[in-house]
T-cell receptor, first 115, second 115 residues
Framework: EAGVAQSPRYKIIEKRQSVAFWCNPI?????LYWYQQILGQGPKLLIQ????????DSQLPKDRFSAERLKGVDSTLKIQPAKLEDSAVYLC?????????????FGPGTRLTVL | KQEVTQIPAALSVPEGENLVLNCSFT??????LQWFRQDPGKGLTSLLL?????REQTSGRLNASLDKSSGRSTLYIAASQPGDSATYLC??????????????FGQGTILTVHP
């Protein structure tokens, strides 16, 4: 079974530029998550989708971050404009459903460096 | 708000040693607790998941215990090997409140096992 796919794996941009990340979850998984992991910290949930609807985006900086999951499969996370403090690894995860008993499977992440 | 703390932040041991990683959480009303492993440039791999009603889980050389009332969990690694070198993350899911079912991570313990 294929795992969670993410691209690109690495991205270097200058501040105030825009960037987009892509995630393809495990086939059939209804729930998709985006996490931000700053160096030396644990992952922090940014947004959770159930199919193509947003369940939780309480920690998403909506003035610069946006995410969508059209057709309830792939998802993109965008940052516009980027700030230095956005440098982090962005992890995508998926689960069959969104409840606490459903295990989340993580992708390899996209490492973003903002100069 | 649930806070998860991991001690120590980093640990370096010679091959063959038995070691203990610690995780503490502030809200004992958890649904379950999970230990993950993170290798550089890769996503998170689930190691052990302990339900709130359980006291411990074992997988090979790994044993995780849970003391929900005191808000603590330990991950015991027996006969450590260089291949165990990675960052180990503890995460809990709350059983109540606005963060119900969400994963809250600790900052991780960086483990280095040298030959």
């Amino acid at each position: 079974e294929a795992g969670v796919a993410q691209s690109p794996r690495y991205k270097i941009i200058e501040k105030r530029q825009s960037v987009a990340f892509w995630c393809n979850p495990i086939s059939g998984h209804a729930t998709l998550y985006w996490y931000q992991q700053i160096l030396g910290q644990g992952p922090k949930l940014l947004i959770q989708f159930q199919n193509n609807g947003v369940v939780d985006d309480s920690q998403l900086p909506k003035d610069r971050f946006s995410a969508e999951r059209l057709k309830g499969v792939d998802s993109t996370l965008k940052i516009q404009p980027a700030k230095l403090e956005d440098s982090a690894v962005y992890l995508c995860a998926s689960s069959s459903m969104g409840g606490p008993s459903n295990e989340q499977f993580f992708g390899p992440g996209t490492r973003l460096t903002v100069l | 708000k649930q806070e998860v703390t991991q001690i120590p932040a980093a640990l370096s041991v010679p091959e063959g040693e038995n070691l203990v990683l610690n995780c503490s959480f502030t809200d004992s009303a958890i649904y379950n607790l999970q230990w993950f492993r993170q290798d550089p440039g890769k996503g998170l791999t689930s190691l052990l998941l302990i339900q709130s009603s359980q006291r411990e889980q074992t997988s090979g050389r790994l044993n995780a215990s849970l003391d929900k009332s005191s808000g603590r969990s330990t991950l015991y690694i027996a006969a450590s090997q260089p291949g165990d070198s990675a960052t180990y993350l503890c995460a809990v899911r709350l059983a109540r409140g606005t963060s119900y079912g969400k994963l809250t991570f600790g900052q991780g313990t960086i483990l280095t096992v040298h030959p």
